[in-house]
Each structure stands twice: as C-alpha cells, then as structure tokens.
C-alpha cells in the first residue's frame, strides 16, 4: 500500500434508479481509490454497475449516498468554482468514439472546446494547443478542419483522447475504451494510453470486461458483481489466485491469457 494519499477515493458509493417506481440500486456501497501514475481496472460483466460508477465519479449520475475525493479534496460538497475547478483534473472517456464528439463540428473545435469552457489562454495558443495534441495522439495536423465522420474509429477514439489530454487531466476515466473498436486497433489505443501514462504521469481508472486488457495495463483490479464490489487486489494476484466465485467464473469465461 502507497504511503501517499490516493489521487482518487471513492467511499461507499449508491446510486439508485427508480424505473416504473421501484428502486434499483445499481450501485450498492462501492469503494475503491486510484494512486497517481496508476492504472487500475475496475471489471464486471455488463450490467454489474461498472460504468455507473465511472458515470458517478465526474457527477453525470447522482450519488444517493457516499463521497469522492480527489486530490485531498471533496468533490461530493464542492460547489461552482471549486467544482469545476477538481473536475478539470479527471476527464472521462467514452466507449463510442463516434457518439462522444459532435458530428456538426471540426476536430479543432471539438479540441478546443474544453479549453474555451474553463477559460484556457487565447485563440491563438489554444490553435497552438490543438496542433500539439494531435501530434500526441499520432494525427496530421490537417485532421484539425475535418469532421469526425471522415476518421475511421480507431482515428475518432484518437480524437476523444485528445480532447481528454486538452486540460492535462492527472487521471482518465477510460470507459470500455476499445471495446467498439476492431480488434486490430485496440491494441493500438491501448499503447497509446499507456504511453499518455507513462509520459505524462496520468492516472488511469480503466472500466473494462476484458480479462486479458486488464492483465496487460492494469496494476490492480476491483471485480464488480450486481452493484458490488467483490474482489480487489494487485492484477497478478487476483488474476492468478482468485477468490470470489464470481472472479473465477469471469476468467474461466475469458479467453485464454
């Protein structure tokens, strides 16, 4: 265990919903933390309420109970200002590329646009932003005039990470990051990530189903079942000594690693 305080702490996270009347709890008492510099994975089946917590944690779903903290600090009571402020710092990305960016506007104003909301320099150092984070995630500086229909997948989630890299997040929320994509270009996006982490020192807290994605980034794993947190622990521990029934029946079920 770090004796640091983690970037990210998330404490007895609850979500419900309320379809037809009746209460969901699609979360149920979560908890999990994300070091600095560190990938963890947080794993599940669809439907084990993995993805709602990613939703949770930059307050898209609203917490019936809980806390998130970040860098030190309470995102939960944080208001206006300061809000905006903490959230600068984690920035999501979305399984479909396509259904992230608006389709109406160019790469350059897609890339842009976080820098207009929080106020980031002038036109011209944000053009010169642009240009920088296109080099980064491997695309010609004339994909800044074309519209995300004209990028294959892999190119558009490309596109989704540079917009997240706009404000120099110090953690990433990558949800299902490469599942829509071919399998010829996930592991291309997965070495891109990985080498956003390893240059820039970002923490990664990776919602995935994928067994094998998460042995080959991860550096711990939290399992979720039905809206709970089972299993957690260093990838290769829980990986090669499962404990849970439901740990061993998901990678029973995976391919073979």
């Known amino acids: 265990m770090s004796a640091h305080p983690p970037l ?35 794993v599940g089946e669809s ?21 998130v903290r970040f860098d030190g600090r309470d995102v939960t009571a944080a208001e206006g200002a300061e809000r905006k402020a903490l959230r600068r710092r984690m920035q999501l990305i979305l399984q479909d590329p396509y259904g992230s960016l608006d ?9 842009e646009e976080p820098l207009v909301a929080h106020a980031v320099g002038d036109a011209a150092s944000r ?24 990028f294959s997948g892999g190119q558009r989630q490309r596109i989704a990470i540079a917009r ?24 291309q996006i997965v070495n891109l990530l990985l080498e956003v982490q390893r240059t820039r020192g970002t923490a990664l807290l990776v919602i995935t ?9 991860a550096h ?21 000594r499962p404990r849970h029934p439901y740990t061993i029946a998901l990678l029973k079920s995976a391919p073979r690693i």
């Open 103 to 111: 389709p109406r506007w160019s790469v350059a104003r897609i890339l």
């Open 47 to 67: 439907g084990s309420g993995k993805s709602t917590v990613a939703l949770a944690l930059m307050g898209v779903h609203p917490l019936a109970g809980g806390r």
């Open 220 to 240: 711990r794993v939290v399992v979720m079942y039905l809206g709970r947190v089972v299993e957690t622990g260093p990838v290769d521990e829980v990986i090669l």
């Open 209 to 217: 189903h994928d067994i094998a994605l998460v042995h080959h980034v």
């Open 8 to 42: 990210l702490a998330a404490d007895e996270l609850r979500v419900t919903f309320r379809p037809g009347g009746r209460e969901l709890r699609a979360v149920d008492g979560v908890s999990l933390d994300v070091q600095a510099g560190e990938t963890v994975a947080l």
């Open 164 to 187: 997240a890299l706009a404000l120099e997040p110090r953690l990433l929320i990558a949800d299902e990051p490469v599942s829509a994509l071919d399998v010829s270009i996930q592991a």
């Open 127 to 150: 053009a010169r932003r642009v240009g920088e984070l296109l080099a980064q995630v491997g695309l010609p500086a004339d994909a800044a005039e074309r519209r995300p229909h004209q």
